[in-house]
């Protein structure tokens, strides 16, 4: 499963790789990412959705991801590639940070990190570190296939934080774009925050204006891929209020690269970096 946020990629990815004029027609509607009603459990919003299990999805990550690694292209996110890769800065500052307190060793757990994208994005600024494990939790099948395609001495794949836990010392949690992609959100931060891993880095993470929480389904452009999914709309103070709770402090926040709303509602992306007190 990519639990991977797909705000703007076909757009900007095409964009990247070839840039239009100014004067250049938006997007058809077919190549817009859309979120659309308002469901009161995530059964509901299923049943107006394909989900992320498909096959497809994993193979045409797995595809993109296999030119990555040949040097055929410089970057891939939700299968789609970049000429150029579009560093995160924060979230590699909220990386060093947490290297940095722990003698430059860096043990990631990527939660819903697809097959590694955000480990080959980030790599180019860590080999500096004394020690590298990023350590990729997802669905059997992207563990299967990277451990076949893509696991290295510093990238691995898991199928539980249990795992990880087992056979590593992660000091960091990173979770782009993709607590808003789960059943029940707060049980998984919840559940994750438990290990008292030392930092939690969050990206790409979708909120509302009005401060309350909305489940939509999100409608992938078919150029990309037919697929939909359910997707959460969260109240920053809630979703704040959940990890400090927790005994997490916020270090720092910044604004996502994402910008879209759904129907009838303005939204905003955001990230933040945590510590763990004391």
Request: net charge neutral.
């Amino acid at each position: 499963m990519s639990f991977r946020n797909l705000k703007r990629l076909f757009s900007r990815g095409r964009q990247e790789q070839s840039p239009q004029p100014p004067s250049a027609a938006p997007a058809p509607e077919s190549q817009a990412i859309r979120y659309t009603g308002a469901y009161g459990n995530w059964a509901e919003a299923s049943k107006d959705a394909t989900g992320y299990d498909s096959a497809l999805i994993l193979e045409k990550t797995r595809a993109a991801l296999l030119k990555v690694k040949r040097g055929e292209a410089a970057y891939e996110r939700d299968s789609v590639l970049f000429d150029k890769i579009q560093h995160s800065f924060p979230v590699l500052a909220g990386l060093l940070r947490a290297a940095a307190a722990d003698d430059l060793r860096l043990c990631v757990v990527d939660f819903g990190g697809a097959l590694g994208s955000s480990y080959f994005q980030c790599r180019g600024f860590l080999q500096v570190l004394r020690q590298i494990e990023w350590l990729v939790v997802e669905q059997p099948a992207h563990v299967a296939c990277g451990k076949e395609h893509f696991a290295s001495e510093q990238l691995y794949f898991h199928p539980t934080v249990e795992d990880c836990m087992a056979k590593h010392r992660p000091n960091v949690i990173l979770l782009s774009g993709v607590l808003q992609y789960v059943a029940e959100p707060y049980t998984l931060l919840a559940d994750l925050l438990r290990h008292r891993i030392g930092h939690v880095i969050i990206d790409r993470t979708a909120f509302l204006q009005s401060d309350r929480e909305r489940l939509t389904v999100q409608q992938v452009p078919s150029a990309i891929y037919t697929a939909s999914y359910p997707a959460w709309f969260f109240s920053e103070t809630q979703f704040h209020a959940a990890i400090t709770s927790a005994g997490y402090e916020l270090i720092a926040d910044f604004p996502g690269s994402d910008d879209i709303s759904p129907e009838g509602e303005k939204a905003y992306f955001k990230g933040f970096i945590y510590a763990l007190r004391g």
